[in-house]
């Protein structure tokens, strides 16, 4: 079992900044990856960012020039700042982690129950 925590959602006004947090718990390894994505009403799920056990971080196009990702392995926590918000950035996030299998080889994702972000005036 894996429990995965997020926090810091919320509104905010265009232009603006945002810090989330997601803390995991449970069966997990340094070794997952982990990160964020965002789903908006009446859109498919979509990458903002994700990050390796190494610190390799990869950006959606979305975001990208926008967004840090960080991850502190020993509290098992990653965290995504975003700034100069914009209304388009307005979903839910949630966080993930996902863990590679090897025998027989699969990802496993592993989901947060995701927190709200709103941009707007």
């Known amino acids: 079992q894996v429990q995965l925590v997020e926090s810091g959602g919320g509104l905010v006004q265009p232009g603006g900044s945002l810090r989330l947090s997601c803390a995991a718990s449970g069966s997990i390894s340094s070794s997952d990856d982990m990160g964020w994505y965002r789903q908006a009403p009446g859109r498919q799920r979509e990458l903002v960012a994700t990050i390796t056990s190494d610190g390799i971080a990869n950006y959606g196009d979305s975001v990208k020039g926008r967004s840090t990702i960080a991850r502190a392995n020993a509290k098992n926590t990653v965290h995504l700042q975003m700034n100069d918000l914009k209304p388009g950035d307005t979903a839910v996030y949630y966080c993930?982690?996902?863990?590679?299998?090897?025998?027989?080889?699969?990802?496993?994702?592993?989901w947060g129950q995701g927190t709200q972000v709103t941009v707007s005036s």
């Open positions: 993930n982690l996902a863990q590679i299998q090897l025998h027989p080889w699969a990802r496993i994702n592993y």
